[in-house]
DNA sequence: CACTCCATGTTACCGCTAGTAACATATGCT
DNA sequence: AGCATATGTTACTAGCGGTAACATGGAGTG
């Protein structure tokens, strides 16, 4: 077997697999998670045994989809998380990437969020990675980051785990609340939840007169 | 127009109404939330024109499913929440609840956080409360709760829906994260969730020789 | 009793979806 | 040339949410 043959048709393969997925982009980025194969065979201008050549099932050329994006949104992260700054500049600089990056983009984050969702097809479905692939991991990857850094002490990586996907979720959670209603600023949204995770609930005082809290 | 039978109708219609849900809900925790209305309405032992002539479609059926559901976690969270403990054990006793009753019925859990994505129908899809009205519920309330019980000076109303619905969200992804994994037992999840809303990891200290975090 | 009203129930259909089989065509390697 | 490989098509299946049209059975009224 000859390696440049094989070389030519993938390189050509893979520039083809580019253009769908740019396709597929598109397509997204207009009509949300809800896009139907068949809109985005046409957006690339072709028709949809293409799509399942390339990508196997929807499920795959989601999670195609979403990788790029998660990659890209994860590099934002990154560098937000190893800026030269103390602890908390650096947890808020994050906490403002994520809420910038869903601000630009709400439908393609839609997409992230929901990607299996969009079929009849629950048994048959390979279940390994369907829920919500991008905050799976990003927490995984605040986990790494936590537990190389801070000092935990004994069982640092089950903690660092459990605070890495606690926190992914709480940015999460407000950050879609926040998208929707649009109660304040993103400054102030990004320090309310850093006093929180500052510890300020256990700090504040009981309102007089109530049950206590 | 005579008041008995208009009563008499409306009773049966609304026993039938909570037959019917009962039966959905054995399809549901059978079949997890991509359940279809064919499947419902033959385990109902009828056909989907009524589910449709009681729910109007899809989403209004899963809507009162979801908020059967939500209501009764949500009892038990308040309970939790008003029991007569400090702070810091009511928050773990709520966090408890809310994993227990996860762990208890993960089916339901999964269709209550994803129930308005089993369809085709986007287009013509009235987008209102669509995305996850448990966690969006829960948010609501215990930002409700905070804002009742502790004193967080001005802005507090903005403060307690930032954090309610934040705590939520962790609790929500680590929980999430913790039923597919079992990386711990309930109880050190729990510990460990308590401790970062304490504010741990704004007082633990950097690890020696790494950039600091 | 006959007559209307209304809810319950059915069958048969629509338009849409994801996914596939069968067939046609070009391009490049041997 | 011949062969493999990727690209492309049309035409189809099975299942979905949702609806129209029609049938039935009991409650109240002349």
């Given at each position: 077997?000859?390696?440049?043959?094989?070389?030519?048709?993938?390189?050509?393969?893979?520039?083809?697999?580019?253009?769908?997925?740019?396709?597929?982009?598109?397509?997204?980025?207009?009509?949300?998670?809800?896009?139907?194969?068949?809109?985005?065979?046409?957006?690339?201008?072709?028709?949809?045994?293409?799509?399942?050549?390339?990508?196997?099932?929807?499920?795959?050329?989601?999670a195609a989809l979403a990788k790029r994006h998660t990659d890209a949104l994860l590099a934002s992260l990154r560098a937000a998380l190893d800026a030269p700054a103390d602890?908390?500049?650096?947890?808020?600089?994050?906490?403002?990437?994520?809420?910038?990056?869903?601000?630009?983009?709400?439908?393609?984050?839609?997409?992230?969020?929901?990607?299996?969702?969009?079929?009849?097809?629950?048994?048959?479905?390979?279940?390994?990675?369907?829920?919500?692939?991008?905050?799976?991991?990003?927490?995984?990857?605040?986990?790494?980051?936590?537990?190389?850094?801070?000092?935990?002490?004994?069982?640092?990586?089950?903690?660092?785990?459990?605070?890495?996907?606690?926190?992914?979720?709480?940015?999460?959670?407000?950050?879609?609340?926040?998208?929707?209603?649009?109660?304040?600023?993103?400054?102030?949204?990004?320090?309310?939840?850093?006093?929180?995770?500052?510890?300020?609930?256990?700090?504040?005082?009981?309102?007089?007169?109530?049950?206590?809290?």
């Amino acid at each position: 077997m000859d390696t440049t043959q094989r070389t030519e048709q993938q390189r050509s393969a893979d520039r083809r697999r580019r253009e769908l997925l740019e396709a597929a982009d598109r397509v997204v980025l207009r009509d949300g998670p809800g896009a139907s194969m068949n809109a985005i065979a046409a957006e690339a201008g072709i028709t949809k045994p293409i799509l399942y050549r390339h990508f196997g099932d929807k499920g795959g050329l989601y999670a195609a989809l979403a990788k790029r994006h998660t990659d890209a949104l994860l590099a934002s992260l990154r560098a937000a998380l190893d800026a030269p700054a103390d602890r908390r500049e650096r947890v808020e600089a994050t906490l403002d990437t994520y809420l910038a990056a869903i601000e630009a983009r709400p439908q393609v984050y839609r997409f992230l969020m929901h990607p299996a969702e969009g079929g009849q097809n629950d048994q048959g479905f390979d279940v390994g990675v369907h829920s919500a692939p991008l905050l799976r991991r990003l927490g995984e990857e605040l986990a790494q980051v936590i537990e190389e850094r801070v000092d935990l002490g004994p069982d640092s990586e089950r903690v660092a785990r459990v605070w890495g996907h606690g926190i992914v979720g709480m940015m999460h959670a407000a950050g879609d609340w926040w998208l929707g209603e649009r109660p304040c600023s993103r400054a102030e949204l990004v320090r309310i939840l850093a006093d929180l995770l500052w510890g300020r609930l256990a700090a504040v005082a009981d309102k007089l007169g109530g049950p206590g809290f």
